[in-house]
């Protein structure tokens, strides 16, 4: 079973800055089966970016993600406020799925 | 626009079965995995399990003795059920398509399902 862990547990950041989440497998993981999704409070989770670069429908190229292997990254240009949220990285692999624990990106 | 919808009971007693329906509205349930993904509150998620609309299933390890996954393509839903639950297994439990082989979208609003006496 392949383990994500995300860092940092808690991003905090003023609107304006750019923001660099990183995810990290515990084995490598193909670009394609990597996804990202920001989940606000009391709301389901929203899917950002699929295949580690590419950007879900309706999302803000503000948002990208980039990484191959055990490493990838999403990075949030200029923050906005309606960014501040928890951020999930997901994989897929041998047919079973598996999220990272979370940042939590918070106003600085 | 594909909606998906949770239903189910709110309270569950320790060591009863929970049950789920997940109602898919807008598209058809053929042709696609769909899945079922929980969030313990204040914590981060946690993938349940899956289907194929024409039955194939495939569970996450941890839960694999105690979760069947079910579809009623007639009805456009597939269902939950988690047996001999405890207070660990109070969540907010989600429904979701699988897209790509890979993804989570969408998802449906979730529902908060406690686990008490």
């Known amino acids: 079973e392949i383990v994500l862990t995300q860092s940092p547990g808690t991003l905090s950041l003023s609107p304006g800055e750019r923001a660099t989440l990183s995810c990290r497998a515990s084995q490598s993981v193909s670009s394609s089966y990597l996804a990202w999704y920001q989940q606000k409070p009391g709301q389901a989770p929203r899917l950002l970016i699929y295949?580690?670069?590419s950007r879900a429908t309706g999302i803000p190229d503000r948002f990208s993600g980039s990484g191959s292997g055990t490493d990838f990254t999403l990075t949030i240009s200029r923050l906005e406020p309606e960014d501040f949220a928890v951020y999930y990285c997901?994989?897929?692999?041998?047919?079973?799925?598996?999220f990272g624990q979370g940042t939590k990106l918070e106003i600085k | 626009q594909v909606q998906l919808q949770e239903s189910g009971p709110g309270l569950v007693k320790p060591s009863e079965t929970l049950s789920l329906t997940c109602t898919v509205s807008g598209g058809s349930i053929n042709n696609y995995y769909w899945s079922w993904i929980r969030q313990p509150p204040g914590k981060g998620l946690e993938w349940i399990g899956y289907m194929y609309y024409s039955g194939g299933t495939n569970y996450n390890p941890s839960l694999k003795s105690r979760v069947t996954i079910s579809v009623d393509t007639s009805k456009n839903q597939f269902s939950l059920k988690l047996s001999s639950v405890t207070a660990a297994d109070t969540a907010v439990y989600y429904c979701?398509?699988?897209?790509?082989?890979?993804?989570?979208?969408?998802w449906g609003q979730g529902t908060l399902v406690t686990v008490s006496s």
């Open positions: 295949g580690a670069s």
């Open positions: 979701a398509r699988i897209t790509g082989t890979v993804w989570f979208d969408p």
């Open positions: 997901q994989q897929y692999g041998s047919s079973l799925y598996s």
